[in-house]
């Protein structure tokens, strides 16, 4: 399972933070782009965190939602995940995906 590899290493990284204390909480930045599904992640954690430091850690999933930048507008344009690499108020084609692709530990939480 795709979800559990990924948490694996989130557990792993978390452990070099921790240094043996407590870990109450871990926070998560899930792009909706990344390719993992947040409810499969919520199924997964009790599973990744058996025996680790994180074992009774919360963990706090955040989604980012797609955005690009238009260069016609001059800003990001947040995208519907099921859109073409295109900015959803004039119609430019951008391949500037700016966020989406997030999967990266934001906090930790120990005691
Ligand atoms: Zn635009």
């Given amino acids: 399972m795709h979800e559990l590899s990924l948490l694996r290493g989130v557990v792993d990284a978390v452990e070099g933070v921790a240094q043996g204390r407590t870990v109450l909480r871990v926070g998560l930045d899930v792009g909706s782009r990344s390719g993992v599904i947040p409810e499969a992640l919520d199924g997964a954690w009790p ?5 680790s430091v994180c074992e009774g850690a919360e963990l706090q999933v955040t989604e980012i939602p797609a955005a690009v930048w238009c260069p016609s507008c001059g800003c990001e344009r947040e995208i519907d995940e ?3 690499l295109t ?3 004039c119609g430019t084609p951008t391949a500037d995906l700016r ?3 997030e999967f990266q530990v934001t906090f930790v939480d120990v005691e």
């Fill in 47 to 51: 599973v990744a965190r058996q025996n």
């Fill in 82 to 84: 099921f859109f073409a």
């Fill in 87 to 89: 900015c959803p108020v």
């Fill in 99 to 101: 966020h989406g692709r």
